[in-house]
Nanobody
Framework: QVQLVESGGGLVQAGGSLRLSCAAS???????MGWFRQAPGKEREFVAA????????YYADSVKDRFTISRDNAKNTVYLQMNSLKPEDTAVYYC????????????????????WGQGTQVTVSS
């Protein structure tokens, strides 16, 4: 089992920035990583993904050019840098991981992931 712990959430005004962190209990070099979010009453939606080798990234259109996913395998940590935040970004953000043999492959569906963190709340005010 892999444990994931998110941190870095909080309250920020529209236009501000936050950086979320996801600390993994295992080495991350062989894992594809992703970020998802879920607002109250809404389904969980894809935000960003990073391939197993960290070289390929993919973003939802709603966050493209504003959010950046990255990782530091030495720290077993994946990050989500969020800039130009909007009220509609308000949600609980979840980190997800999937061990994969396909190092250039990213995953954008929640069902593709095996491990999940507990989530961290991000609230963007007007």
């Amino acid at each position: 089992q892999v444990q994931l712990v998110e941190s870095g959430g909080g309250l920020v005004q529209a236009g501000g920035s936050l950086r979320l962190s996801c600390a993994a209990s295992t080495r991350t070099f062989s894992y594809a990583m992703g970020w998802f979010r879920q607002a109250p009453g809404k389904e969980r939606e894809f935000v960003a993904a990073n391939s197993g080798n960290g070289a390929v990234t993919y973003y939802a259109d709603s966050v493209k050019d504003r959010f950046t996913i990255s990782r530091d395998n030495a720290k077993n940590t994946v990050y989500l840098q969020m800039n130009s935040l909007k009220p509609e970004d308000t949600a609980v953000y979840y980190c997800a991981a999937r061990e994969t043999l396909y190092r250039d492959t990213y995953y954008s569906q929640a069902s593709d992931y095996t491990y999940w963190g507990q989530g961290t709340q991000v609230t963007v005010s007007s």
